[in-house]
């Protein structure tokens, strides 16, 4: 699968420790920034991974800061992207299976860097369970649709 990560600052040792795990386990990374611990906005670099997803670059989006909160904020603003935050196993699962998200947030200060491979792993393996979920998913994008959202 191809995926593309970027973080701010606060997120950005769990970035390179999440992309290795990518790597690992045979994923294409594409690593929308940042490259260094220096203090840097993370708006832009989270809207570029939301867009990589939403244009069909990649097939995911992982999204990393200090809380994860705004991170998944600035996501969710790109049309067709549905961002989840995810610090534990059971919002990651129920995120893909439930609401088909494609881009996954997590919070840096929060989560362990172990409980993160088994967070991204879920997200990443976890179907869509399809069904009565997407007449609610397809409401989002109608949703989406009529507020302009990019």
């Known amino acids: 699968m191809r995926v593309a990560i970027g973080s701010d600052h606060a997120g950005y040792h769990l970035k390179e420790h999440l992309a290795k795990t990518l790597r690992d386990l045979g994923h294409e990374v594409v690593d929308k920034g940042t490259h260094s611990e220096a203090a840097v906005d993370y708006p832009p670099i989270c809207a570029a ?15 990393l800061g200090g809380s994860g909160q705004g991170e ?11 961002a989840a935050l ?3 196993l059971y919002t990651a699962r129920m ?14 200060r929060i ?16 179907p869509f369970d399809g069904g009565r979920h ?7 994008a109608e949703i989406e649709a009529a507020s302009g959202c990019d």
């Open 134 to 140: 997407e007449r609610r998913v397809a409401q989002i």
């Open 72 to 82: 998944q904020m600035v996501a969710n603003k790109i049309r067709g992207v549905r």
């Open 49 to 63: 991974v939301a867009r990589a997803v939403a244009s069909g670059e990649v097939e995911r989006g992982i999204v």
């Open 95 to 108: 995120s893909r299976a439930h609401n088909d998200a494609n881009v996954l947030a997590i919070g840096a």
């Open 86 to 88: 995810c610090n534990d």
């Open 111 to 126: 989560v362990a860097p172990q409980l993160a491979d088994e967070i991204m792993t879920m997200f990443l393996t976890t």
